[in-house]
């Protein structure tokens, strides 16, 4: 992963696509250690982690993630999973983050020099252009090492830089238990 230690960098975590990545990896990931690797490599200004939560529940498996997150140097982006019946009359969840991505991605865009996107939703493509176009360099990372690849190929292409996911799991991952 190349990055400037001038470099003013932001980091974007869509939290449910991330985790499919490296479910489909059979790994974990260390954030803790993630983030102290992009301190030591650039100017950190923010890491955002997104995820929607159910609520409501008794017990969510996402909770101790996120309340490890928030003590631990990550702005948390939350909200409620919606739930609703579709035409065939199954319940369905939703929690969808993309527009709480782009805002603060764009929002941040003038004050840093390079983006880092973990996710490979082909949504995010003209994010990705609009963010460059204010001169941030741009960086994914994904993976195509699963069944299906997890990264839509008009975002990689658009993007700066793609870093597959699992090539920096000796950086910041570690293997899953049980697998």
Do not use: C, W
Request: proline share 3%; charged share 25%; aromatic share 10%.
């Amino acid at each position: 992963m190349h990055l400037y230690p001038n470099d003013r960098l932001a980091v974007f975590i869509d939290g449910a696509n991330l985790y499919a990545a490296a479910r489909g990896l059979a790994a974990e990931l260390d954030f803790r250690r993630m983030i102290e690797v992009f301190r030591e490599r650039a100017r950190l200004v923010r890491a955002y982690y997104y995820t929607a939560i159910v609520e409501g529940e008794e017990y969510s498996p996402v909770r101790p993630l996120v309340d490890f997150l928030d003590y631990n140097g990550f702005t948390l982006v939350t909200k409620p999973v919606r739930r609703f019946t579709d035409a065939q009359g199954h319940t369905r969840t939703k929690g969808n983050m993309d527009i709480e991505i782009a805002v603060d991605m764009l929002g941040l865009a003038g004050d840093i020099d390079h983006a880092i996107l973990f996710s490979g939703d082909g949504d995010f493509r003209r994010l990705v252009e609009a963010v460059q176009a204010k001169g941030v360099r741009v960086t994914v990372i994904s993976t195509l090492k699963t069944q299906p690849p997890q990264i839509a190929d008009d975002l990689r292409r658009q993007a700066d830089a793609f870093i597959d996911l699992a090539d920096l799991l000796e950086l910041f991952g570690r293997q899953r238990a049980g697998a």
